[in-house]
């Protein structure tokens, strides 16, 4: 037929929907082709299982392209950047076969193109749309939250009174409001949701109702649920998600927030029965004399108001405008003062020249003018707090540096100081920009920056503690390695005696020391600080145990080194003449020394650095104790000292015995001397010899003149022994001396001239 061909072709343009003007904008409702509508075979075998969805709200807020996006319908939406106009006119119904769903998409209210014409027509599209459906959809903006006109709140009250004037109903009517471009940063979905219900509650209790239902709520007749989307554009992955959530709760009866759950169908009318029953709702809708049409005072009074309205948010600009700018600049100490100016001087405008209208027009339009007055100051409200956390973020920083370069000492003391004064100023800011404290939510301001103030004070804590954790660390390793360094540059018998006593010192005062900086400059708890007290114990005895494990292995140098002070040095610190000394001497020094040096090393043999704590973490890598001497690297240490004193020993007894310098007779070197006068006296005659060697003349006769005389005498004794020891005998077994003259120069030239000997 011609309506099952009209009806293919749109099918085809958008699969699996089906659509058809039901009503046109000159409220004639189209019954012929809502007929041939529901008697297509894809809707007519629905029968009574069916469910009906409509949807009210502003003209141009998105209804269309909302509906399209649930239930895949084609419903025309308004293209933006060609011309904001109307778009959906009169009533459009479409169906989803597949999910046996009608849609109702109702033209929008507040709509400019019917101008005054438009509150009988929104009204009565609204009741027709109550009445046929299981779920009505109220589309609004989440900034309209609040507001009279924007919220629909004139059209929910007309269906409230209407519905239950005209329609009695067996069952609840669910009504759903959407909340769009909701952000969920800015704004509290639940108290939204409050303001909403309250909103509608207190409608409800104004409409005038029959006796028996005068004390009944309104969730009697209405089961009113709320759902938030985000920005269409701004926020589309989210929008998109949050769309097939919602779509979940119509098409999917395993959700369990299903809209049609427990539904009973057998109330349905025949599907085919649906066009009858249209017909007579709006016929009932179109006929009846009250369906709460303002009278001509109230017409008057609402649209002078709503001019009076305008003049006063006029003349408020200016005002605005100021404040603005001096909130732009920064945090403004007098925005409430100016702020409540601007509202007095604005409600003592609208009320001079508004109040003689009528009394519910004058209330109407002041709480529109008080809500566009609030919404302008809570915008700078917003960026006055902005300035307000920015100042406290810039506060802290300043303030907690401040705190932290005074050092730890008293550092919680002036912390809290701090919070007190952030505090104060706090208070008095937030007192001094709060309009509405209801709306504007002033002890959430409150409590946010309170909340940024103890977090920054928390950061400075642990930042300065882990500071000092870091330097007690490094202070405990350094301790340990100067002390350790100390106790084996003096070695002695009882060496490793006071190394346990000084660790054990060390490990008290480093306990008490931390403890009482952590408890009284950090305020940690008990358990807390007994942590970073057992953390260092713990790296001290590792310190300790690197450190000493370090000096084990360079023990043999220290006894050598120690060895070699006893047995080669006087008590005076000075080198021992070896041929001024008896051999008997040199035995009795050797086996002092060498005794004195076995018994420090038998001092640290089997001995063992033990914890002097109780740890639950013991194990290969941190044992409860470690053994300071193995017994192999004690036999170790000990051949490697016997051997090596054994050397020295006998170096000694052969520097006595060689009783002079290398052999070599004094009268020899006098004649040596005498040859070599005529080479001094060309020496002395280079400035590059004979500065230096002045130099050095100056210099010991300083230290005789100074009383320092031995220093010199003991260093040329040093040097005669090792070059006697080590290079003259091996000179004397090679060489000879000979004597060479040339008496054909002016002046006679001698050489003294050491030659191989000729073996």
């Known amino acids: 037929s011609t309506w099952e061909n009209r009806f293919k072709i749109m099918d085809a343009q958008a699969p699996g929907t089906i659509k058809q003007q039901l009503v046109d904008e000159n409220a004639d409702l189209h019954l012929n082709a809502v007929k041939g509508f529901v008697n297509l075979e894809e809707i007519s ?9 409509a949807i009210i709200g502003a003209q141009s807020s998105g209804k269309s392209t909302l509906l399209n996006r649930l239930f895949g319908t084609s419903f025309d939406m308004m293209n ?18 597949k999910n046996g769903v009608l849609v109702l998409d109702v033209e929008g209210s507040d709509s400019k193109e019917r101008w005054e014409e438009r509150t009988t027509y929104e009204q009565s599209t609204a009741l027709f749309a109550l009445a046929l459906t299981n779920v009505l ?37 669910r009504i759903l409001f959407v909340l769009r471009d909701y952000v969920s940063e800015d704004e509290n979905f639940g108290s939204l949701c409050d303001t909403i219900l309250n909103d509608v509650r207190k409608i409800w209790s104004e409409i005038p109702k029959p006796p028996e239902l005068a004390d009944a709520p309104p969730e009697k007749f209405f089961a009113i649920d709320f759902v938030s989307l985000p920005h269409l554009k701004f926020k589309r992955k989210e929008f998109e998600e949050e769309v097939n959530a919602l779509r979940g709760r119509f098409f999917d009866d395993k959700d369990e927030r299903f809209l049609f759950r427990d539904f009973d169908y057998s109330k349905n009318l025949p599907i085919d029965s649906l066009p009858i029953y249209m017909e007579k709702v709006w016929g009932e809708i179109r006929s009846n004399k009250d369906i709460n049409l303002p009278s001509q005072k109230h017409m008057v009074s609402l649209f002078r108001c709503g001019q009076i309205k305008g003049e006063v948010l006029d003349l408020a600009q200016g005002d605005l405008r100021r404040l603005r700018t001096s909130v732009s600049s920064g945090f403004y100490d007098r925005f409430r003062e100016e702020g409540k100016a601007i509202l007095d001087a604005s409600h003592k405008v609208y009320d001079d020249r508004a109040h003689d209208y009528a009394p519910q027009a004058f209330e109407d339009m002041k709480k529109e003018l ?52 952030l505090h104060q100023e706090i208070v008095v800011k937030v007192d001094s920009s709060v309009l509405k404290p209801e709306v504007w939510n002033e002890e959430g301001v409150k409590r946010e920056c309170l909340e940024l103030i103890e977090e920054s004070i928390a950061k400075c804590r642990e930042k300065q503690l882990a500071v000092y954790i870091v330097e007690r660390r490094s202070g405990v390793k350094r301790a340990i390695e ?75 140098s ?44 038998n001092s640290f043999k089997g001995k063992k650095l033990q914890k002097l704590w109780e740890s639950d973490r013991a194990s290969e890598e941190n044992p409860w104790e470690i053994d300071v001497l193995t017994a192999n690297e004690f036999g170790e240490i000990d051949i490697r000292f016997q051997d090596e004193t054994e050397n020295i020993f006998v170096e000694a007894l052969r520097v006595h015995a060689s009783k002079g310098a290398g052999g070599i007779p004094k009268w020899m070197w006098a004649l040596l001397v005498f040859f070599m006068y005529d080479d001094v006296l060309q020496w002395l005659k280079s400035p590059f010899l004979a500065y230096p060697l002045l130099i050095i003349v100056f210099g010991v006769a300083l230290l005789y003149l100074t009383g320092l ?32 003259s040339e008496p054909t120069r002016l002046l006679s030239i001698s050489y003294a001239v050491f030659c191989l000997k000729k073996k």
């Not at 075998?45 to 969805?53: D, I, L, M």
């Not at 008080?370 to 100042?391: T, V």
């Not at 610190?573 to 001497?585: H, I, P, S, T, V």
Request: proline share 1%; aromatic share 10%.
């Open 709 to 740: 005389g031995a220093l010199p005498k003991a260093f040329f004794d040093l040097f005669l022994s090792l070059f006697s020891a080590r290079v003259s005998p091996q000179l004397l077994k090679y060489l000879s001396l000979i004597h060479i």
């Open 482 to 556: 100067n002390r350790v360094s100390s106790i084996f540059e003096e070695l002695d018998d009882d060496s490793f005696v006071q190394l346990e006593e000084a660790y054990q010192r060390m490990i008290e005062q480093l306990s008490e020391e931390l403890t009482k900086v952590l408890r009284d400059s950090f305020e940690l708890e008990e358990k807390d600080f007994a942590k970073y007290v057992f953390q260092l114990r713990e790296l001290a005895f590792v310190s300790l145990r690197e450190v000493l494990s370090s000096k084990m292995r360079d023990l043999h």
């Open 370 to 421: 008080d809500m566009l007055l609030f919404s302008e100051l809570g915008d700078l409200f917003k960026l006055q707090i902005e300035h307000l956390k920015r100042w406290l973020k810039d506060s802290l920083e300043k303030g907690t540096k401040e705190a932290a370069d005074a050092g730890i000492t008293g550092l919680m003391e002036r912390l809290k100081a701090l919070r007190g004064s």
């Open 558 to 601: 220290y006894l050598i080194r120690k060895f070699k002070n006893l047995f080669t040095k006087n008590e005076k610190g000075l080198l021992r003449n070896w041929r001024a000394l008896k051999e008997e001497e040199i035995n009795k020094f050797y086996t002092i020394a060498k005794e004195k040096c076995v018994s420090i090393l």
């Open 45 to 53: 075998r629905q029968g009574r299982r069916y469910n009906v969805v």
């Open 80 to 97: 933006s950047i060609d011309l904001r106009k109307q778009t959906t006119k009169g009533i459009w119904i479409a169906a989803v076969p």
């Open 137 to 173: 959809l109220v589309n609004l903006w989440t900034q309209d939250v609040g507001r009279f006109t924007a919220s629909n709140y004139g059209v929910i009250r007309v269906i409230f009174e209407m519905n239950i004037k005209l329609f009695r109903q067996e069952t609840a009517k």
